[in-house]
């Protein structure tokens, strides 16, 4: 069974602050992986994507790197801002078509 | 485009009642899926679709869940008799081919009282 295990499951921080969140897989054998955002009483808004055969993706302040061989990906958020506060999940693509989600990591970024 | 597309954003029925979720999924993608949210169990895909036909159901929980997709551009999700249990977010998402990205709609809230 594929399990996508995301920790913390939550996080404060000051304003300001560099930080990485962490999405483990338990089968390396993927397609892909996306982050997504998500604000509360909202929909799933994609922040990157990182295809199998790629190591990393950057966006602005968001970088997303991939460790296929040890299941993990760290999405590192530099600078933070009181506006990045959001539930961050990760979605692991094994086959062509479905994917599976982590539970999430709901960020505080306090000002 | 806009979007995916979901309607109603907000639905509250009555246990027993049918209950129609409706999705526009973004023009050219060729995967439409849905997608349940809740507290306990996060989000659980339930069916997805390719060129309109349904590929995976094994998601849904029971026969009182179907779904339909009559063309490219409109989903339904239909739950008939609705019960509190259901209460739960419902989301639609769309992709094209390959690797590309996931899309999600807002959602719709369902509430079954």
């Known amino acids: 069974k594929q399990e996508v295990t995301q920790i913390p499951a939550a996080l404060s921080v000051p304003e300001g602050e560099n930080l990485v969140l962490n999405c483990s897989f338990t089968d390396s054998a993927i397609y892909n992986l996306q982050w997504f955002r998500q604000d509360p009483g909202k929909g799933l808004t994609s922040l990157l994507l990182?295809?199998?055969?790629?190591r990393e993706q950057t966006s602005g302040r968001l970088n997303a790197s991939l460790d296929k061989s040890s299941g993990r990906s760290t999405l590192y958020i530099a600078a933070s801002q009181p506006g990045d506060s959001a539930t961050y999940l990760c979605a692991v693509r094994y086959n062509f078509n479905k994917f599976y989600f982590g539970s999430g990591t709901k960020l505080n970024v306090k000002p | 485009d806009a979007g995916v597309i979901q309607s109603p954003r907000h639905e509250v029925t009555e246990m027993g009642q049918e209950v129609t979720l409706r999705c526009k999924p973004i023009?050219?993608?060729?995967?439409l899926f849905w997608y349940r949210q809740t507290m306990m169990r996060g989000l659980e895909l339930l069916i997805y679709?390719?060129?309109?036909?349904?590929?995976?159901d094994s998601g849904m929980p029971e026969d009182r869940f179907s779904a339909k997709m009559p063309n490219a551009s409109f989903s339904t999700l239909k739950i008939q008799p609705s019960e509190p249990r259901d209460s739960a977010v419902y989301f639609c998402?769309?992709?094209?081919?390959?690797?590309?990205?996931?899309?999600f709609g807002q959602g719709t809230r369902l509430t079954v009282v």
């Open positions: 679709f390719n060129n309109n036909v349904p590929i995976d």
């Open positions: 998402a769309s992709r094209g081919q390959g690797g590309s990205e996931a899309f």
């Open positions: 023009s050219g993608h060729d995967y």
């Open positions: 990182i295809q199998s055969s790629q």
